[in-house]
T-cell receptor, first 115, second 111 residues
Framework: NAGVTQTPKFRVLKTGQSMTLLCAQDMNHEYMYWYRQDPGMGLRLIHY???????AKGEVPDGYNVSRLKKQNFLLGLESAAPSQTSVYFCASSYSTRYIPYEQYFGPGTRLTVT | ELKVEQNPLFLSMQEGKNYTIYCNYS?????LYWYRQDPGKSLESLFV?????AVKQEGRLMASLDTKARLSTLHITAAVHDLSATYFCAAASGYGNKLVFGAGTILRVKS
């Protein structure tokens, strides 16, 4: 099992450019998440999905869009990148029964710089 | 709105000593997670605490949860250099098992 994988690992964008980050998991998890990590701030939730075809906003959704067309994939899009979106982006996934949620498994991260 | 606070944010430890990291959260949450992150790496799950009074131990690390006090602690026993990393606690919020993270505690063990 590869677990949670992310593509690409590194990317440099110019302000105004667009890009898509891909997250894939092979654990048949229902739930998937996108976080960003900035120094001294821990991780903050951008968007999440509780199943194929569903998405919802997290704590810091502005400037990002997501799609979950297949259960195993969760895409994060930046339509017009801004320097404030320079960050490390982590994807995560988890099982969840209705009553006992399990821990989230994290991907290796994508380091994005916007100049 | 759920908020999570960790303290201390930086901990310089001597090998062989015991230390505790504290994690306070602001509203009801019955699921508390601890993660470890090495520099430039992803997050590794350490503990999942699901009920009041839960205590879990793995090697030199022990985590506990007091839901009435809205407090979790991560206790380090006889610190060793290999434990140097950043430790995050996170509390679950609402439907979808969304996690709210603390800012992290940078732990450095000195010999």
């Amino acid at each position: 099992n590869a677990g949670v994988t992310q593509t690409p690992k590194f990317r440099v964008l110019k302000t105004g450019q667009s890009m898509t980050l891909l997250c894939a998991q092979d654990m048949n998890h229902e739930y998937m998440y996108w976080y960003r990590q900035d120094p001294g701030m821990g991780l903050r939730l951008i968007h999440y999905s509780v199943g194929e075809g569903t998405t919802a906003k997290g704590e810091v959704p502005d400037g990002y869009n997501v799609s979950r067309l297949k259960k195993q994939n969760f895409l994060l899009g930046l339509e017009s990148a801004a320097p404030s979106q320079t960050s490390v982006y982590f994807c995560a996934s988890s099982y969840s029964t209705r009553y006992i949620p399990y821990e989230q498994y994290f991907g290796p991260g994508t380091r994005l710089t916007v100049t | 709105e759920l908020k999570v606070e960790q303290n201390p944010l930086f901990l310089s430890m001597q090998e062989g000593k015991n230390y505790t990291i504290y994690c306070n959260y602001s509203t009801t949450s019955d699921r508390l997670y601890w993660y470890r992150q090495d520099p430039g790496k992803s997050l590794e799950s350490l503990f999942v605490l699901l009920s009041n009074g839960a205590v879990k131990q793995e090697g030199r690390l022990m985590a506990s949860l007091d839901t009435k006090a809205r407090l979790s602690t991560l206790h380090i026993t006889a610190a060793v250099h290999d434990l140097s990393a950043t430790y995050f606690c996170a509390a679950a919020s609402g439907y979808g098992n969304k996690l709210v993270f603390g800012a992290g505690t940078i732990l450095r063990v000195k010999s």
